[in-house]
Antibody, heavy 122, light 109 residues
Framework: QVQLVQSGAEVKKPGSSVKVSCKASGGTFSSYAITWVRQAPGQGLEWMGGIIPIFGTANYAQKFQGRATITADDSTSTAYIEVSSLTSEDTAVYYC???????????????WGQGTLVTVSS | EIVLTQSPATLSLSPGERATLSCRASQSVSSFLAWYQQKPGQAPRLLIYDASNRATGIPARFSGSGSGTDFTLTISSLEPEDFAIYYCQYRSNWPPRYTFGQGTKLEIK
């Protein structure tokens, strides 16, 4: 069974950066994309971007291009997202998720991390 | 950019009733549509992929239909644990990009 375990909650100052980790176990990490989704308090889901570890290249939602950086370390089966120039509008729960295989999930998000709350406050 | 519009925003029903949730795309998404369920304080859970395929472990009371621009998630007979927020999601082919609808809250009447 695939498990994604994320790093703990963060409190950051406006203008700073945050880096959230997502450690995978129980599957073949490098073969599947890991994606990041965030959810502001009381709001819906927002896709940020993703990475296929075996290729190492990430793609981003236009909104986050240039401000978010997604990386992966195959040796530790861990993916990361770093978001810079934080504002109060970045306060949200950040989720990582696995993009599942086409035949059993249609490349939808079949396993999710538990979420990491990032609070941006002065 | 494709926009997904879900309706209604809130649906109030009783256990045992049938629930019908709608997701409309601003242009055709073929069958590249998924549905997720989210309960308070929890991560979303994949229910349906490619418009009509149930994900692993999802009960048969959940079904999806539609193609092109209009999609429906149906819960045939509501169980108490089904009251949650439901999101539809579109996946573009390449490069892979994803868009979520704004969600439908299914609440107990």
């Amino acid at each position: 069974q695939v498990q994604l375990v994320q790093s703990g909650a963060e409190v950051k100052k406006p203008g700073s950066s945050v880096k959230v980790s997502c450690k995978a176990s129980g599957g073949t990490f490098s073969s599947y994309a890991i994606t990041w989704v965030r959810q502001a308090p009381g709001q819906g889901l927002e896709w940020m971007g993703g990475i296929i570890p075996i290729f190492g290249t990430a793609n981003y939602a236009q909104k986050f291009q240039g401000r978010a950086t997604i990386t992966a370390d195959d040796s530790t089966s861990t993916a990361y997202i770093e978001v810079s120039s934080l504002t109060s509008e970045d306060t949200a729960v950040y989720y990582c998720a696995r993009v599942g295989p086409y035949d059993s999930s249609g490349q939808s998000f079949d396993f999710w991390g538990q979420g990491t709350l990032v609070t941006v406050s002065s | 950019e494709i926009v997904l519009t879900q309706s209604p925003a809130t649906l109030s029903l009783s256990p045992g009733e049938r629930a019908t949730l709608s997701c409309r795309a601003s242009q055709s998404v073929s069958s590249f549509l998924a549905w997720y369920q989210q309960k308070p304080g929890q991560a979303p859970r994949l229910l349906i992929y490619d418009a009509s395929n149930r994900a692993t472990g999802i009960p048969a009371r959940f079904s999806g239909s539609g193609s092109g621009t209009d999609f429906t998630l149906t819960i045939s007979s509501l169980e108490p644990e089904d009251f949650a927020i439901y999101y539809c999601q579109y996946r573009s082919n390449w490069p892979p990009r994803y868009t979520f609808g704004q969600g439908t809250k299914l609440e107990i009447k």
